[in-house]
């Protein structure tokens, strides 16, 4: 069993910041890659940041340059920190991990952007 857990949802004004969180815990022999989803309100789930096994990283067009995704390897955790949140930054954010060729989902967190 791998859990996927997310946090560090909230509340903030437009132009600020959170940090999200994502630790992955279980019986994990070797991930390949850890993932941010987002999900807005009436629209489909979309990707938003990849951090793969090594280091590299990509980001959707729509966060590039506001929002970094980092991880910890010792700890199975990755984190999204979002710069210069804007209203359409709205939604619930998903982790998926990519564990020895199984996906596993988190539950998510809620950010809200306030205009």
């Known amino acids: 069993q791998v859990q996927v857990v997310e946090s560090g949802g909230g509340l903030v004004q437009a132009g600020g910041s959170l940090r999200l969180s994502c630790a992955a815990s279980?019986?994990?022999?070797?991930?390949?890659?850890m993932l941010w989803y987002r999900q807005a309100p009436g629209k489909q789930r979309e990707w938003v940041a990849t951090m793969y096994r090594g280091g590299p990283t990509t980001y959707a067009d729509s966060v590039k340059g506001r929002f970094t995704i980092s991880r910890d390897n010792a700890k199975n955790t990755v984190n999204l920190q979002m710069n210069s949140l804007k209203y359409e930054d709205t939604a619930v954010y998903y982790c998926?991990?990519?564990?020895?060729?199984?996906?596993?989902w988190g539950k998510g967190t809620l950010v809200t952007v306030s205009s």
């Open positions: 998926k991990v990519v564990a020895d060729a199984m996906d596993y």
């Open positions: 279980g019986s994990i022999f070797s991930i390949n890659a």
